[in-house]
């Protein structure tokens, strides 16, 4: 073997020793056996190779007082080295001066493992071979058995594996394994993900039957009608032998639907058979109908069945048909996400029961889709997407970010820091990754697209292996978005794919580019409080159909558990464990938090994804059943309707509608005379059980207000009395008194039913904490001069009056550092002790858009409790609130958005009515038409000012927030991108706010 320290250096060697690459599919063989390494091993760490233990392979090096160490797990998260978060930059970076292609030498943990492994005779007869498998492993190891060495490999996110048959011997065996964390290859790991190493997949050794089917490759095609179709299977068989080959096709149910044998096959070494099926009348598989027949394979010898293969079968077409992907013959939209493997606990060490969680998940919010970013996932992971139905783009192991993606100027094809780019010595590599990624998953019917990898720019060595998967495979296409960047080989990929490209931008690209679909296979970033005007996007797949949808950036938060100084448990980011370089919270970017809580941002996602395009109008309900392979009479239809939020009428229907059809019903209520507001729902529901959700389940809905019947308006009786004092001017009431402060500038006490509600001074708001999206945009920066004015802005009683509907007092405000604009705030007093609060704003030239415009009360912290009628349950904002109903809510003022920095969280859209009370009865309440509504135990000051959620402030007291408008939340990428024009707040531009404040429910 060559020196480790050259091989770890060496972009040619990438394997020794390993076995070629193989089907997933499951078997079981006659008197073979399977263990599982999984569970604790024996354990050294150190910080480079040259401190590492020598000889701790040999039979005879003691073990025994060495730690123990989880596996599959990581290093990093068992107590060595620490984890580290980078997106784009190279871990090293900074710290040691590493040659493109070389791995660090000063600092590259290496972890040394041993486990023992009893094995009897009985294991060891018949001369069967054995084999020992790592299903992933970061970034490279050797392997030694008994003091021998074994092999090498390096691509931590596909399986290698070893044939050990003639090391292995009956009784104890020691089996040695050395982790490297980087090696010469980690240049083309450079994702945007945490770094670990160690091994964090299964290991198990196995052994197989004198005649194996090593290697399977099953070709379920589809003719031209989409209604018959041939299964054909290539089988590889090892091994020494005669054997017959029985076959079966099962359905669903197991029953057997064909059959058929081939005997007298000799096989010495390998061989390789064909077997060909035809199949009538097929069931085809599609996210939407996940059929999966069953292919069994018996290997007859001797008489007696030596092994039984296992692999599951899915009839579908997808190819590019007049120039648009279609699958079985109807164009295909991806509705999809991107996900990491990801768990809070265990890093990329991720569960059944969290891949299942992940997958229900996805099918219960309309996701169709996942891209693997960016490199292939747990084995397990496609057979529950074939399972449950998701197409999947499946993506190599390649990302070389940092070899390009921080250039200065523009950037050059020909620079010689760029890998791969074109240089020869690492094609070898990228083909293995390419060919182990193919050849582990090509038998799923989930996978749609093969991906050469992401954002490593463009170059002759990934257009060689694109054309190999091409090459592989006809039944899929390719995907490679670094084209984008490098165009020189524009056939790398057969789609057109970007990331992150504007609405407006991929229109006009698609005028003068039509030779290719098109998706995003990275979009509408959702780090934080973000996500939105989603529907622009979505509403583009129905605009041009070369668009064909995309994936959003991503499906889960890849943050890790950790206790603060207190002991507290918390979400952690970039730069919590001391790790530099970092790149801090930008690890936060799911629809999902890393405990695998759903965000309020997937509502948002379901709405826009959904299947079924309601549209109220007037008299009638337009729907269109965009599904590709289902009528709608397999959901039950609701009509729900409301009045001021309460449920007055319901209907139920079965609607038929088949696929990419639409049609019209009439509304099916007459129109009510009582007061109030009428909102019809129409809501499509799951009509039986599902795997991934219960009957009853709504996948789609939509909601109009269809009337609002007014109420005549009623003289409250009450009288009001007025005390001007020297400071104060107080207005009394039956059973209330108000006090303005002509020093304080503003109202300073609403005392009602003998209780006070106001602690500080109402004030003027204009400022939010910032979500991640405004701190990227510069908006922080640019629109500051607001959140000055928030907290240092003057008033001055400019009058009072007493009007026939009572007493009118009006301030003036005064902000610093936008003397130019002037606002106007009026306090109208009612005799039942509501007030009603207007605020006017006059724009002047010069002036930058506000982040919100409105009040912010700061009262009592009892007042712990939230009712409001408006959009709900989750928060909403005004780019992002197609997901959430309007309806009565009710919940905590300490509910708590959990976004990995703290930010601007708890806004309630489109508010009628909101009110904050208590136990004892004690309660507020606002009104007012299509409000922003939020009551949170902090200031936005106070949100700011905390870098995680444990550093908030205790809570004493509740801060409510009303407006009648605050800017949307943005999503287009967390890096620069506005706030659509049309979701900001003109400073320029004149604007008002109106709601009432204060009284009781009557």
């Not at 930008?586 to 709405?607: D, I, Q, S």
Request: hydrophobic share 35%; with cysteine.
């Amino acid at each position: 073997m060559k020196d480790i320290i050259s091989i770890l250096n060496d972009p040619k060697v990438f394997e020794i020793n390993r076995c070629k690459a193989h089907s997933d599919h499951y078997f079981e063989g006659y008197n073979t056996f399977k263990y599982s390494l999984n569970g604790n091993w024996k354990f050294s760490y150190s910080d480079n190779l040259d401190k590492a233990e020598k000889d701790f392979y040999k039979k005879d090096f003691d073990v025994n007082e060495w730690a123990e160490i989880k596996v599959p797990g990581h290093i990093q998260m068992q107590g060595y080295d620490r984890p580290q978060y980078v997106n784009t930059i190279y871990p090293w970076d900074g710290c040691e001066d590493v040659s493109a292609g070389q791995a660090p030498k000063d600092f590259n943990p290496v972890g040394s493992y041993v486990k023992f492994l009893e094995l009897t005779e009985d294991d060891l007869k018949d001369n069967n071979k054995i084999y020992l498998s790592f299903q992933g492993v970061e970034s490279s190891f050797t392997l030694y058995i008994n003091g021998e060495f074994i092999g090498y490999s390096e691509d931590t996110f596909t399986p290698s594996e070893f044939e050990v048959s003639k090391v292995l011997k009956s009784g104890l065996n020691k089996i040695a394994v050395q982790v490297y964390k980087w090696c010469s290859g980690s240049w083309l790991e450079d994702q945007d993900f945490w770094r670990f190493s160690g091994i964090f997949r299964d290991v198990f050794v196995y052994s197989v039957p004198k005649v194996h089917v090593y290697d399977l490759k099953v070709v379920a095609e589809v003719d031209d009608k989409y209604k018959n179709g041939i299964l054909k299977s290539n089988l590889l068989l090892n091994g020494n032998g005669e054997a017959i080959v029985q076959y079966e096709l099962l359905d669903k149910d197991d029953e057997v639907i064909i059959s058929g044998e081939k005997d007298n096959i000799s096989i010495k070494n390998e061989i390789t058979i064909d077997l060909e099926m035809k199949v009538d009348n097929h069931n085809l598989w599609s996210a939407e109908a996940p059929f999966l027949y069953t292919l069994k394979i018996l290997l007859i010898a001797d008489g007696e069945v030596i092994e039984t293969v296992m692999q599951k079968v899915g009839f579908r077409r997808f190819e590019l048909k007049n120039g648009i992907m279609q699958l079985n013959g109807k164009r295909i939209v991806f509705n999809g996400v991107n996900r990491h493997e990801f768990n809070c606990n265990s890093g990329r060490v991720v569960s059944e029961e969290d891949m299942i969680w992940d997958l229900k998940t996805m099918k219960k919010n309309n996701i169709n889709a996942v891209r693997t970013s960016h490199y292939p996932n747990n084995t397990r992971f496609y057979e529950l997407c074939d399972e449950y139905g998701l197409y999947v783009i499946d993506e190599v192991n390649l990302e070389s970010h940092g070899t390009w993606g921080l250039c200065t100027g523009p950037r050059k094809y020909n620079d010689e820091n760029i890998l791969p780019n074109d240089k020869e010595e690492w094609v070898p590599l990228l083909l293995d990754r390419a060919n182990s990624m193919f050849e582990r998953d090509k038998n799923h019917p989930s996978i749609l697209i093969w991906s050469c990898g992401n954002e490593s720019f463009g170059g002759e060595d990934i257009y060689k292996m694109s054309k190999f998967l091409q090459g592989k495979d006809d039944t899929r296409l390719v995907h490679y978005e670094g084209i984008f960047n490098d165009r020189r080989y524009n056939d790398t990929s057969q789609i057109e794919s970007q990331m992150y490209t504007k609405v407006h931008n991929i229109k006009e690209f698609l005028k003068e580019n039509r030779d290719k679909p098109m998706i995003c296979c990275e979009y509408a970033h959702a780090m934080g409080n973000s996500l939105g005007a989603l529907y622009k996007y979505t509403d583009l797949t129905e605009e041009d159909p070369l668009y064909q949808g995309g994936f959003i950036w991503d499906f889960i938060d890849q943050a890790i558990m950790k206790k603060n100084s207190s002991g507290e448990k918390f979400l952690a980011y970039g730069g919590d464990f001391e790790d530099r370089p970092t790149d801090y919270n930008f690890c936060g970017n799911g629809l999902v938090f890393a405990n695998r809580e759903v965000t309020p941002k997937m509502p948002e996602v379901k709405y826009c994804y959904q299947n079924i395009k309601i549209k109220i109008l007037e008299d009638k309900i337009n729907i269109k059943n965009k599904n590709l392979f289902t009528n709608l009479n397999e959901y039950e239809c609701f009509f729900i309707l409301t009045r001021d939020g309460v449920e007055i009428d319901r209907k139920t229907t079965i609607i038929d509608l088949a696929p990419m059809c639409e049609k019209s019903i009439e509304i099916p209520f007459i129109r009510e005379n009582n007061t109030g507001e009428y909102i019809l729902t129409v809501s499509f529901c799951l009509s039986k059980d599902e795997i991934w959700a219960e009957e009853g389940y709504e996948i789609a809905f939509e909601q109009k207000v269809l009337y609002v019947v007014k109420e005549d308006k009623k003289e409250y009786k009450g009288k009001l009395s007025i005390v001007d004092g020297d400071i104060h001017v107080g207005v009394h009431g039956e059973n209330f008194r108000v006090v303005f402060s002509r020093v304080k500038g503003g109202l300073v006490s609403y005392v009602y039913d003998g209780k006070e509600y106001i602690l500080e001074r109402p004030k003027l708001n204009f400022w939010r904490a910032p979500v991640d999206n405004d701190i990227a945009n510069g908006m922080t920066f640019n629109n500051s001069i607001w959140k000055i004015a928030s907290l240092y802005g003057k008033a001055s009683m400019e009058y009072y009056n007493e009007l026939e509907d009572g007493v009118e007092v009006c301030y003036s405000h005064r902000l610093p550092m936008v003397d130019k604009v002037k606002i106007d705030v009026k306090y109208l007093v009612k005799k039942d002790g509501t007030i009603d609060i207007t605020g006017e704003y006059f724009g002047a030239e010069g002036i930058p858009n506000m982040p919100e415009f409105g009040m912010m009360f700061t009262l009592k912290s009892d007042l712990d409790k939230v009712l409001w009628y408006g959009r709900g349950p989750e928060e909403s904002y005004f780019d992002r609130k197609h997901g959430c109903k309007i309806g009565i809510y009710e919940g905590l003022v300490t509910d708590f958005t959990p976004y990995l920095r703290p930010q601007e969280y708890g806004n309630k859209s489109d508010v009628r009515y909101a009110k904050v009370f208590n136990d004892n009865k004690d309660e507020l309440i606002f009104k007012g038409e299509n409000l922003n509504f939020s009551a949170l135990p902090y200031t936005p000051h106070e949100i700011e000012n905390a870098a995680h959620f444990y550093e908030l402030p205790p809570i004493n007291h509740t801060i409510v927030r009303v407006s009648q408008e605050q800017m949307g939340v943005g999503g287009d990428d967390t890096w620069g991108a506005p706030v659509h024009k049309e979701f900001t707040i003109s400073g320029e531009e004149n604007h008002k706010f109106k709601f009432t404040f204060g009284g009781k429910e009557k």
